[in-house]
């Protein structure tokens, strides 16, 4: 079983920076695809950014790229979001989420485990 922590989400003026973490159960996550979420209220789950155990492989969406950056550092069983040049539009519940293997990365429908998410807020 794999456990998901997600950290790092808070308030920050348009513009500004914030990191997320994903920290997992010791020695299961390594070898996973991560994949970053975000759900703002009244919306649908979106993806944001997805890399592969290796991190030979990495997507974004369109509406964070350039802006957001994945990476991900296995010795320490963690998994980051790097944001930056942060909108109001980005205000969401971020979830870090898990699978084997490396597919449909967009897709919520593909991943096995999901953190609790941590609230990102984005001011004017």
């Known amino acids: 079983q794999v456990q998901l922590v997600e950290s790092g989400g808070g308030l920050v003026q348009a513009g500004g920076s914030l990191r997320l973490s994903c920290a997992a159960s010791r020695r299961t996550f390594s070898p996973y695809t991560v994949g970053w979420f975000r759900q703002a209220p009244g919306k649908e789950r979106e993806f944001v950014a997805a890399i592969s155990w290796s991190g030979s492989r990495i997507n974004y969406a369109d509406s964070v790229k350039g802006r957001f950056t994945i990476s991900r550092d296995n010795a320490k069983n963690a998994v980051y979001l790097q944001m930056n040049s942060l909108k109001p539009e980005d205000t969401a519940v971020y979830y870090c989420?898990?699978?084997?293997?490396?597919?449909?990365?967009?897709?919520?429908?593909?991943?096995?485990?999901w953190g609790q998410g941590t609230q990102v807020t984005v001011s004017s």
């Open positions: 989420a898990a699978v084997s293997g490396y597919g449909t990365v967009d897709d919520p429908a593909v991943y096995d485990y």
